[in-house]
């Protein structure tokens, strides 16, 4: 929309809007577009055709039904639109432009008053009394201080938050600092180094002795028992810690098998493997949505729909695409792992099988009652 219809669209807007139809049809008729094309010629293309459609289906209305609601509504995409789409192998890109296309036809021919009520560019914007404007003027400054207020209050938070964190950390250091003693300069085990210890602290060695074991040679009374009584409690205690880790190691074995049993049994996306994901679009209904679908599915339709399914595939083996147990020829796009097929959904159940190396995943499609 350039700065000549916008200001035509502030006097007539559907004047405005049959210009830039024209204009728009004029552009249209220049392209080609091939698949060598590039992408952003084939995006601007499309939002082209996206905005005329727009415009089309808008002035193709009668008079009073030529409100800012219908010029809001989705518009179901034109049939020119969907072949275009088809030929390309395009469906999530377009289907997004389209989208955007008809937000900014919206924004482009309506403006909004002071209490954010939607009119028609060529429309007058109601001004509000004084009592309204008094009113506005407190509700902004009320807004403001409101804004303000949470901003300070969270920057207090904030550095409440920071010293009390420095101040715990302070005391923290404080309390290891209290209690972290000198074992041989402040007592200690036995008084450690005191002049009031009675023994001194010798290296300890083995004795000849079988009655002290290891330790100083006999004369503090605090030896270790002797190597003889010792060897059989030590012996044992050693079997009791060699047998508890063994049954740690046992149930650590069990648990990790349950676990690992557990996540056998968990089925991690659409599809196990191959197939990343699958995702369908009606092109010929006024729903713009792109659904994702997980194996064993089953989607409602109206009898006659169209239904097109994106498969993203990751093998080096090509897939086979059944319907109703019949083969059918699948079609590649612009991204070399997503292939596509097609259907119109009948009065029976439709049933979609995938099978990538005899791994087989269903899709099924009923229609709605």
């Known amino acids: 929309m350039n700065a000549e219809i916008k200001e035509l669209a502030t006097v ?109 560019l060529d429309q007058a914007l109601p001004t509000p009394s004084r009592r309204e404007s008094v009113f506005n003027k407190l509700g902004g400054v009320l807004e403001l201080l409101i804004s303000w207020g949470w901003v300070a209050f969270w920057i207090i938070v904030i550095l409440i938050s920071i010293f009390s964190d420095s101040d715990d950390s302070s005391l923290t250091g404080l309390d290891k600092s209290s209690n972290n003693k000198d074992t041989f300069h402040s007592g200690g085990i036995l008084n450690g180094n005191t002049n009031s210890k009675t023994v001194e602290d010798t290296p300890q060695i083995i004795d000849a002795s079988n009655e002290a074991g290891y330790g100083n040679p006999g004369d503090s009374s605090h030896d270790a ?97 059944k319907l109703n147990g019949e083969v059918v020829e699948s079609h590649p796009t612009t991204n070399e792992d997503v292939e596509w097929i097609s259907f119109y959904q009948t009065k029976q159940v439709t049933k979609v099988e995938v099978n990538i190396n005899e791994e087989i995943h269903n899709f099924y499609f009923v229609p709605m009652e």
């Open 12 to 120: 007539d807007i559907k004047a405005a809007m049959r210009k830039e139809y024209i204009e728009n049809e004029l552009f249209l008729s220049k392209q080609f577009i091939k698949h060598t094309t590039p992408r952003y010629i084939k995006e601007i293309t499309f939002y082209t055709m996206a905005r005329n459609h727009v415009i089309h289906t808008f002035l193709s209305l009668t008079e009073s039904e030529q409100t800012i609601q219908a010029l809001r509504e989705t518009k179901s995409p034109s049939q020119e639109y969907v072949e275009l789409m088809n030929k390309h192998r395009a469906t999530h890109y377009p289907l997004a432009i389209k989208v955007k296309a008809e937000k900014s036809i919206y924004n482009d021919y309506t403006h909004v008053d002071y209490k954010r009520k939607a009119h028609f």
């Open 225 to 321: 028992p002797s190597s003889k009584n010792s060897n059989a409690p030590t012996k044992q205690s050693s079997e009791n810690s060699e047998t508890s880790s063994k049954k740690s190691d046992t149930q650590s074995d069990n648990t990790n098998q349950n676990v690992k049993t557990q996540t056998q049994k968990v089925q991690v996306g659409p599809i196990r493997n191959h197939l990343i994901s699958a995702s369908y679009f009606l092109p010929e209904s006024n729903g713009n949505g792109i659904f994702e679908i997980y194996d064993g599915y089953t989607i409602e339709l109206m009898e006659n729909e169209k239904v097109v399914i994106d498969f993203e595939i990751t093998s080096d083996i090509d897939p086979v695409f």
